[in-house]
């Protein structure tokens, strides 16, 4: 396969399932977004796809990460080398197989060597949900970290520490996908990591 050809899977899928659908959610007055998910990890960017081809439109992603290749725990906090369950089980792709972790392996490595692999490389993984987002056009906003949530009528008011400002945005629905502290990182509570002596707090 050419290098040209590498992605024809994705775009024979896209194709196939035809334009995303027409934003049907009526716009809401003083309302920026239909949904505001939090986090740009798998299920953050899985959502947004989802909402998407839902006809769902207005739709935010934050990540209080600096960039993709540190959000997640893939390339930062993460110590084991291969994701824990089978690469076999249904991922962000949707039910699309052409978007799936195995046709983009596939597609650069070949059928053998997927059949080779046990389980995914955190490596890997952390290259598929970046090219996920890249081709499916998945937008998140980094350096954007959800500080608190405020119920105003009948929507909601994040308040989001953007670069280092705080800044308000207003949404209907919020989409928690952000994910767990100390994911494959050490977390340990501020109450003791405050008077523990400084030769037991992590390094972050
Ligand atoms: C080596 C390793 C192997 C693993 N194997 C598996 C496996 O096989 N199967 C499995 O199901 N799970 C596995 N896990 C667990 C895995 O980490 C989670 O399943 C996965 O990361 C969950 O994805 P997520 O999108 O929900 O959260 P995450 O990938 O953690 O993404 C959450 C995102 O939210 C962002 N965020 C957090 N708080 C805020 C905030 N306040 N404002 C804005 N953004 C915020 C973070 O920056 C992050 O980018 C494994 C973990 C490790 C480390």
Do not use: C
Not at 48 to 71: M, N
Not at 119 to 131: E, G, H, K, T, V
Request: hydrophobic share 40%.
């Amino acid at each position: 396969m050419s290098q040209s050809d590498i992605d024809a899977a994705a775009r024979e899928t896209l194709r196939l399932i035809g334009p995303d659908p027409q934003n049907w959610v009526p716009d809401r007055h003083a309302v920026d977004h239909n949904v505001i998910v939090i986090g740009g990890g798998q299920s953050g960017s899985a959502f947004a796809f989802a909402l998407r081809r839902a006809g769902i439109g207005k739709v935010t992603v934050v990540d209080a990460a600096g960039d993709a290749a540190s959000s997640g725990p893939w390339l930062s906090s993460a110590r084991m080398h291969k994701l824990r369950t089978s690469k076999s089980l249904p991922g962000p792709e949707l039910g699309l197989p052409g978007l799936s972790f195995q046709a983009w392996y596939e597609a650069r490595h070949g059928a053998a060597a997927y059949g080779a692999i046990d389980r995914i490389s955190r490596l890997d993984w952390a290259a598929y949900l970046d090219w996920y987002r890249k081709t499916l056009g998945i937008k998140v906003r980094y350096r954007t970290k959800l500080l608190r949530i405020e119920p105003v009528q009948d929507h909601l008011r994040l308040h989001l520490d953007v670069a280092g400002e705080v800044r308000t945005e207003t949404a209907r629905k919020i989409i928690l996908a952000s994910g767990f502290p100390s994911n494959g990182g050490p977390a340990v509570p501020d109450v003791l990591s405050r008077n523990l002596p400084k030769i037991f707090t992590p390094i972050r």
